[in-house]
C-alpha cells in the first residue's frame, strides 16, 4: 500500500484568497487525483495529474480555479484560488499504485473560508 | 459513464449483529472494478474491499465481504459481528479497467452500531 501525507490538515481562509495543498506519496505513482467532498456530500473529482504532462480536469472544474502541479512521481499540489465559502470542502489526495486496483486516499485537508 | 446508487442514506444496527449496506452500479463496460470506503468522523477514505468484474468468487477482507451479483449490477457490503468502530460512512465506487482510472463514487450511507 502507499502512504500519503497532505498539508496543511485544516485551514481557516478568507474569501478572496488563495490556499495550496500539497500530497506528498512515500512511492513513485503515475497517476495522481484530487477530490472535492462538499459538507455531508460524496466525493467528486477535480482532476487528474500526471507527472510530466497538464492535469485533466473533470467537467466543472477548470485550471484558473485549481491550478495543479506534478513535479515528480511522488508529489503534487492543488491550488484553491480566489476562494468563497462555497469552496469549503475537504480536499482529498489519491493515487493508484501501478500493477495495484486499489487507489489509496491521503487523509484529507478540510478548508473552512469565511 | 458509470454511476453508483446507494439508497440508504442512514443504517442503525446493534452491536454484534451482521450488516448489509446496498450498493447498485452502472456502467456500459465490460471490465470494471468495485470499491467499497469507510470515512470515519475524521475524514480520512479507509479502504475495504475490492472486487473485480471477472472475478467468479466474493470478495472477502477479514469481517468485511461484498456480496456481487453482476447480472443484477449489485455490490453489496456485509459487515459480521459489528462492533462500534464500524460506525462511520460508508462509500461504494466503480472505476474502469480502461480509461483515466478515476473513482465514481455513491452518495454514501452512514452507518450507526448501537451498544
Known amino acids: 500500500s502507499a502512504v500519503i501525507s497532505q498539508k496543511p490538515s485544516r485551514d481557516i481562509c478568507q474569501r478572496g484568497t488563495s490556499l495550496t495543498i500539497q500530497c506528498q506519496v512515500d512511492?513513485?505513482?503515475?497517476?495522481m487525483f484530487w477530490y472535492r467532498q462538499q459538507p455531508g456530500q460524496s466525493l467528486t473529482l477535480i482532476a487528474t495529474?500526471?507527472?510530466?504532462?497538464?492535469?485533466?480536469?473533470e467537467s466543472g472544474f477548470v485550471i484558473d480555479k485549481f491550478p495543479i502541479s506534478r513535479p515528480n512521481l511522488t508529489f503534487s499540489t492543488l491550488t484553491v484560488s480566489n476562494m468563497s465559502p462555497e469552496d469549503s470542502s475537504i480536499y482529498l489526495c489519491?493515487?493508484?499504485?501501478?500493477?495495484?486496483?486499489?487507489?489509496?486516499f491521503g487523509p484529507g485537508t478540510r478548508l473552512t473560508v469565511t | 459513464a458509470q454511476k453508483i446508487t446507494q439508497t440508504q442514506p442512514g443504517m442503525f444496527v446493534q452491536e454484534k449483529e451482521a450488516v448489509t449496506l446496498d450498493c447498485t452500479y452502472d456502467?456500459?463496460?465490460?471490465?470494471?472494478?468495485l470499491f467499497w470506503y469507510k470515512q470515519p468522523s475524521s475524514g480520512e477514505m479507509i479502504f475495504l474491499i475490492y472486487q473485480g468484474s471477472y472475478d467468479e468468487q466474493n470478495a472477502t477482507e477479514g469481517r468485511y465481504s461484498l456480496n456481487f451479483q453482476k447480472a443484477r449490477k449489485s455490490a453489496n457490503l456485509v459487515i459480521s459481528a459489528s462492533q462500534l468502530g464500524d460506525s462511520a460512512m460508508y462509500f461504494c465506487a466503480m472505476k474502469s479497467n480502461f480509461g483515466n482510472e478515476k473513482l465514481t463514487f455513491g452518495t454514501g450511507t452512514r452507518l450507526t452500531i448501537i451498544p
Open positions: 512511492s513513485q505513482v503515475t497517476m
Open positions: 495529474a500526471n507527472q510530466g504532462s497538464e492535469a485533466t480536469y
Open positions: 456502467t456500459s463496460d465490460q471490465s470494471y472494478g
Open positions: 489519491a493515487v493508484g499504485p501501478q500493477a495495484s486496483y486499489e487507489q489509496y
